[in-house]
């Protein structure tokens, strides 16, 4: 599962995500951070059953932390893509390829919602819901 962490001020020079992983014993991936010491904004990965993804979203929560759940992190009307390839190259993670047929691939894993591919589509295929 894929969340938002918002740290705010109080909160962003503690070591709550090392305290969490310790805490709880589950792996979690660093996906994108923009930190400093006013505030954090991490999208991370937590690969987890459901019951242990509960009790690591609560962690956070209890340590102050923000915690927003992507749902769905990106949207394509395949009806309109063209697969012209303008969304792979500015994607930051890969997370739009070609497939070898040269047809688009998209993987949901490696998504972090940045909306760069939203701007870069020519025909409005892509979405962030």
């Known amino acids: 599962m894929k969340v938002k962490l918002i740290y705010s001020r109080e909160v962003v020079e503690k070591p709550i995500l090392a305290n969490v992983v310790l805490r709880a014993g589950v792996p979690i991936n660093i996906l994108e951070a923009r930190v400093n ?11 987890a059953d459901e019951d242990k993804i509960k009790e690591v979203l609560n962690l956070f929560r209890e340590a102050g932390v923000q915690v927003q759940e992507f749902a769905e992190t990106l949207r394509i009307d395949w009806d309109k893509c063209i697969a012209c390839g303008a969304c792979v190259s500015p994607c ?3 997370a739009l390829r ?5 047809s688009i691939k998209f993987d949901d894993e490696k998504c972090i919602a940045c909306k760069i591919c ?6 409005r295929a892509i979405s962030i819901p």
């Open 118 to 123: 939203v701007t870069a589509c020519p025909v």
């Open 98 to 102: 070609f497939k070898e047929d040269w």
């Open 92 to 94: 930051p993670t890969g």
């Open 37 to 47: 010491a006013q505030k954090g904004e991490l999208i991370v990965s937590i690969l």
